[in-house]
């Protein structure tokens, strides 16, 4: 059939000179729903949606520079800031004609995402949060040493680095607080600590995550947004999260009482064990449309 890919298909794009991957499923008529990634994974972690979403929707999932399959270039060639990757993001979407969209958000997916939705709010029919922030309360006391970091970079990075960058943190950015360790494949955190040991990662990865420090002051603004807009959302958070506190759903719920809230028994990426839960709450909340009343689910 014309324009039919259910099957995953893998592409490279140009986007101001730079290669840019992307991962996509689903017919071209579908609705599209763009899938924005998070630190330090790449469109990699969509694959579960990819493969159970693509008989309805039009799903495409893109690497931001400095990540996955797309181009690396160096921080003196490149500048690694939220603000640049929303504009690669933005003309990436421009670029395979992208004019209207659902955003799924996850971790830096949230900065970058709504950066687009406030440049282009006409092109955004609905917004999906999985454990991204918009609320300062939503940085859990992990954020210590990351926030003296951006404080005083000078006295903190190796600090920074040792944090963010080792092994047993990549672990526990998947794991977190989850007691079932069993149900977690040891490659999602050792493929992604292989791919930060790649040259010039942990100085790419670092610059970007000093600039992290832009999403912070933001929130506020990204607040007034939702509050003044009443978007469609759904927002869906794995309780055991190190990173992002449990509190943050509820703080989207003040911004947009009608969301849809659901806590899963799941971590920071709640792909890596709920996929199937996820796939059903975003097929049911894309499909439908005005919902009376907001719903919360928690873990039994």
Do not use: K
Not at 59 to 64: C, H, R
Not at 111 to 140: C, K, Y
Request: hydrophobic share 40%.
């Amino acid at each position: 059939m014309i324009g039919m890919t259910l099957s995953t298909t893998y592409n490279t794009i140009e986007i101001n000179d730079l290669p840019i991957f992307y991962r996509e499923a689903g017919r071209r008529d579908s609705p599209t729903l763009l899938l924005l990634h998070g630190l330090p994974s790449s469109s990699r972690m969509y694959e579960p949606l990819l493969q159970r979403l693509a008989d309805r929707y039009r799903l495409i999932a893109p690497d931001y520079p400095g990540f996955g399959h797309s181009a690396c270039p160096s921080p003196s060639e490149f500048a690694y800031t939220f603000d640049h990757l929303a504009e690669i993001m933005t003309a990436f979407a421009d670029e395979l004609g992208l004019s209207r969209y659902s955003l799924f958000m996850q971790d830096y997916g949230g900065p970058v995402g709504f950066r687009m939705v406030m440049a282009h709010p006409d092109r955004t029919d609905a917004l999906i949060i999985q454990n991204a922030v918009a609320h300062e309360t939503g940085l859990s006391h992990l954020w210590g040493p990351r926030r003296a970091f951006w404080a005083d970079r000078a006295a903190h990075e190796v600090e920074l680095r040792r944090n963010l960058f080792s092994l047993e943190a990549t672990r526990r950015r998947h794991v977190g607080s989850d007691p079932r360790i069993e149900r977690y494949d040891p490659d999602l955190w050792t493929d992604e600590f292989a791919f930060l040991g790649r040259p010039g990662q942990e100085n790419i990865q670092t610059e970007l995550f000093y600039d992290y420090r832009s999403n912070v002051a933001a929130y506020p603004f990204w607040q007034e947004w939702l509050r003044r807009n009443q978007p469609r959302l759904l927002v869906i958070w794995g309780r055991h999260d190190p990173s992002f506190d449990l509190s943050e759903p509820e703080s989207y719920r003040r911004d947009v009482p009608e969301a849809d809230i659901h806590i899963l028994d799941a971590g920071h990426f709640a792909l890596d064990t709920a996929a199937d839960e996820v796939a059903a709450l975003v097929r049911s909340f894309l499909g439908t449309v005005g919902a009376s009343a907001p719903q919360v689910t928690y873990p039994q």
